[in-house]
C-alpha cells in the first residue's frame, strides 16, 4: 500500500480546508488572468499536449515537478486546492496515476472537466510485454501472450499506462484533450483546432521517422523497466526489461541473471537507462554483458537540465529514436 493512502485522512482534512476557504469564489478562480481558462495536467507529457493545443488560450499547470519521478509522487493538499479552482483537468489513465480518484473527490469541484487521455484506447496488459517471440516482430497485440519470462507477477494482469510513448496512440491522446479544451472554452475552438491541426502533422512526421526501426538489423533491445511495450510493438521491436512497470520494482538477482543472458544471446550491445532513476541496476546488467548503457527517455518527466536545453517531447522521442537506430544497427 502507497503511503499517500495511508495519509488520505490527512490529505483529505486539509483539502478540505483549503478547498471550502475558497468554495463561493470557484467559478471566478477557474479562469486565470485575462480570462484564460486554467487547465491542471498530472504529469510532464499530458502538460506538454495540453500546452501545445492550448497555446496562449489557457493558464497550463503542471502537479508533478520537473525532475521528480511521477511514479513515486504523491498529491499534497495544496495540489487538491489547485484541482478545486481548475477548469480542466488532464490526466493519463490506465493505472498511471493511482491517486486520482481519491484526490477528485477530495477536491469537490463540480464545474471540473476531467479528461482521461487514454480512455477508449486498446491497452496492453502487463504479461504482453515482454519476449513475445512470435508476432512481436509483426507488431501485434497478442490475445493470448505468455506471462513475463522475468518475473514480476504484479505486473502480469496490470494494465501498461505507457501510451505517450507511441506516435499514433499519443495523436488519440492529444485529440482527447483538444475535444476537452474546445467544449469548455468554445470562444477560441478554431485556435484550438489549427493548433491540433499543427500539432498532429508533427506527431505524424514523427511516426514516419520512427518506421525507420522495422528495417533495423537486430529487434532486441534492454531497457530499465518496462516503459516500452507500445512504441515495440508499433515498430516491430522487442523489448527486454529489467524491471516491471513502475521503476521502483527492483529484480531479483534470478530476473537480473535471465536479462544478462537474453542480452548474450542477442548480442546487445546497450543497456538503457532512464534521466529520473539510478542507473545502477542498468550498470551492473551492462558489466555482466560487456556492454556499455545509454539513455532512453520513457518521457515521465524533463529534468531541469533537459528543460535548460528548450527539449520537449518531440524532441526527446527524436533522441530516443537516435539511441534505438545506434544500439540496433551495431
Known amino acids: 500500500m502507497k503511503k499517500w493512502q495511508l495519509t488520505l485522512s490527512a490529505l483529505t482534512a486539509s483539502a478540505m480546508l483549503l478547498v471550502g476557504c475558497s468554495s463561493a469564489d470557484n467559478n471566478q ?46 498529491p499534497t493538499a495544496k495540489d487538491v486546492a489547485e484541482i478545486s479552482k481548475a477548469r480542466l483537468f488532464v490526466y493519463n489513465g490506465a493505472g498511471f496515476e493511482t491517486w486520482v480518484d481519491a484526490v477528485l473527490d477530495s477536491a469537490k469541484n463540480d464545474n471540473l472537466t476531467v479528461v482521461e487521455a487514454t480512455k477508449g484506447l486498446e491497452l496492453l496488459k502487463g504479461s504482453q510485454h515482454e519476449h513475445e517471440h512470435e508476432g512481436a516482430h509483426e507488431g501485434e497485440h ?11 507477477e504484479a505486473d502480469k494482469n496490470a494494465t501498461d499506462p505507457h501510451v505517450w510513448l507511441d506516435p499514433l496512440l499519443v495523436q488519440e491522446e492529444v485529440k482527447a484533450i483538444a475535444d476537452a479544451l474546445i467544449k469548455a472554452d468554445p470562444a477560441h475552438a478554431d485556435a484550438y483546432k489549427q493548433n491540433l491541426a499543427a500539432y498532429l502533422s508533427k506527431l505524424q512526421a514523427l511516426d514516419q521517422e520512427f518506421q525507420a526501426l522495422k528495417n533495423a538489423k537486430r529487434k532486441e533491445f534492454v531497457t530499465a523497466h518496462t516503459a516500452f511495450a507500445y512504441l515495440a510493438n508499433r515498430y516491430g521491436l522487442e523489448q527486454i526489461a529489467i524491471s516491471g512497470l513502475s521503476p521502483e520494482q527492483e529484480p531479483t538477482a534470478t530476473e537480473m541473471q535471465e536479462v544478462v543472458e537474453e542480452a548474450k544471446k542477442h548480442n546487445v550491445k546497450t543497456i538503457f537507462f532512464e534521466t529520473l532513476v539510478s542507473p545502477k541496476v542498468a550498470e551492473a546488467v551492462a558489466r555482466e554483458v560487456g556492454a556499455k548503457t545509454d539513455v532512453l527517455n520513457p518521457l515521465e518527466g524533463l529534468t531541469e537540465e533537459e528543460q535548460q536545453q528548450g527539449l520537449d517531447y518531440i524532441s526527446v522521442m527524436k533522441k530516443n529514436l537516435q539511441a534505438l537506430q545506434t544500439e540496433l544497427n551495431s
Not at 481558462?37 to 520537473?66: C, N, R, W
Not at 497478442?142 to 514480476?152: F, L
Open 29 to 74: 478562480e477557474q479562469a486565470a488572468s485575462d480570462g484564460k481558462i486554467k487547465v491542471v495536467a498530472s504529469f510532464y507529457p499530458m502538460y506538454e499536449f495540453t500546452k501545445q493545443i492550448a497555446g496562449e488560450h489557457a493558464d497550463v499547470s503542471v502537479l508533478v515537478p520537473s525532475g521528480t519521478e511521477p511514479h513515486d509522487w504523491e
Open 142 to 152: 497478442k490475445d493470448d501472450a505468455h506471462a513475463d519470462e522475468h518475473g514480476h
